[in-house]
């Protein structure tokens, strides 16, 4: 049995090791675009600060493993161009030699990823103009920002959040513009205030409601124009989000969604026989929505990628969705989030209301408490809460992770009040946070 699984990170790693532990002599060629398997992107930014020190210490497993260890045809710098899906043929070209390649598969996993997007504006190709998913990316910034002392970054989600910090610890003048009037849009408008305040706090300039419509500068950028100013800056990063890697499926067959991620069921099967997708091309289903959503995380891609796998193994394995479940580090904040919020709630009309409370990470009375600020969002007409949203400097991570598998499991408000959390002042008070919003509520 021939496999080929296109795209050799999260997803199709994960899938092609499934492939090998459960059937014999399986035939597994990857193949990758870039140089680099199998690493940790969420790691990326922590490069830039000196957490991470090296981008080696972002590699799970390296091409060299994937080939020796497991006898995985691991190939590198392989560009897929087509997918013949009537005579199950990938081709495309190897990078390198510059020679064309074709291979026929009896089962094919699409797992090509994501790519972030640049804004469309004069000025794009200057130098000192970055995007950022790769190691090559975060090199590539790393080693540009000798001289540079003014960084503007283009987006405020999670990575424009993480770059921010990030780069202030290095010394620089940090800049965010977004086209929004807040940052950390995930997040409702009455949890704004705490994140603007922690980034004034720390020095992140804040440039709201501001669309960039041009880079300036000769061969290298010098300043950003946008719909209400101009910038001066040395360096500029675009973290606006991605698209997924399809465009090589355009004459498939293979079904995609508005924005060109595959459209793929529980199994993670296409609408194509054999073909399977999993990961940032691919959809997740979202099981508060109960519909597909297309959210691009490496924990949902290593599990899709893992379930694809089974799947082509022979093994049923559905994938069970997504809550939307997201945590960050935004200086001394921990900004974490599942389920929805206000804006996704009124986009699927559910009738809901929300519940606010501040209140402290432990006991009341325990030296070192500190603030924590949580907002559930819940069904009025049954009760369910549909959404979390939780801040603070210590004590968010327990909470949001509690709160997620709530919203796996489609608990009411009532059923939170007998739920067993544990219990000490160093940690919370006899009524944890939750609960203690919960009863707020009800």
Request: a negative charge; one cysteine or more.
């Amino acid at each position: 049995m021939k496999y080929v699984i296109i795209g050799g990170d999260a997803a199709g790693m994960s899938a092609a090791m499934q492939i090998v532990r459960n059937v014999e002599e399986a035939e597994v060629t990857t193949l990758e675009a870039g140089g680099i398997y199998s690493y940790a992107q969420c790691g990326l930014p922590y490069i830039v600060g000196g957490e991470v020190e090296h981008t080696d210490k972002l590699i799970a497993r390296d091409v060299e493993t994937f080939r020796e260890k497991y006898g995985i045809d691991a190939r590198v710098f392989h560009h897929v161009e087509a997918v013949d899906t009537k005579k199950q043929i990938v081709s495309g070209q190897n990078l390198e030699t510059g020679q064309p390649f074709e291979l026929p598969y009896d089962k094919l996993l699409i797992a090509s990823g994501g790519s972030p997007v640049l804004p469309d504006v004069p000025g794009r190709t200057l130098k000192g103009v970055h995007t950022l998913k790769t190691i090559p990316d975060i090199e590539a910034i790393d080693a540009d920002l000798d001289d540079v002392h003014d960084v503007t970054i283009i987006g405020g989600g999670y990575i424009g959040l993480e770059l921010a910090e990030n780069l202030i610890e290095t010394g620089r003048n940090v800049r965010i513009i977004d086209r929004n009037d807040r940052i950390a849009k995930m997040f409702d408008p009455d949890m704004t205030p705490l994140i603007h305040e922690e980034a004034g706090k720390h020095g992140v300039e804040l440039c709201l409601g501001e669309s960039v419509e041009a880079l300036e500068g000769v061969q290298r950028i010098q300043a950003v124009q946008t719909t209400g100013s101009w910038y001066d800056t040395d360096l500029v990063i675009a973290a606006t989000g991605i698209r997924p890697n399809t465009d090589f499926l355009e004459n498939a067959g293979v079904q995609l969604r508005h924005n060109g991620a595959v459209q793929v069921d529980a199994w993670m099967r296409t609408n194509v026989d054999h073909v399977y997708a999993a990961g940032d091309c691919a959809v997740q289903y979202h099981r508060i929505k109960e519909r597909d959503d297309y959210v691009p995380l490496g924990t949902h891609a290593n599990k899709q990628g893992r379930a694809a796998g089974k799947n082509m193994a022979g093994i049923p394995k559905q994938f069970q969705g997504i809550v939307g479940t997201s945590i960050l580090r935004f200086f001394d904040l921990t900004l974490a989030k599942t389920g929805l919020n206000e804006a996704e709630a009124e986009s699927m009309s559910f009738p809901f209301d929300t519940v606010m409370h501040q209140t402290v990470d432990k006991a009341g009375y325990f030296e070192g408490k500190k603030p924590l600020t949580l907002k559930l969002v819940y069904r009025t007409d049954t009760e369910e809460v549909i959404g979390g949203q939780v801040i603070g400097e210590s004590g968010a991570a327990k909470r949001i992770d509690v709160l997620a598998v709530t919203l796996f499991h489609r608990m009411t408000l009532d059923d939170y009040e007998d739920l067993d959390l544990s219990y000490a002042p160093p940690y919370n008070g006899v009524w944890d946070p939750i609960q203690q919003t919960v009863r707020r509520a009800t």
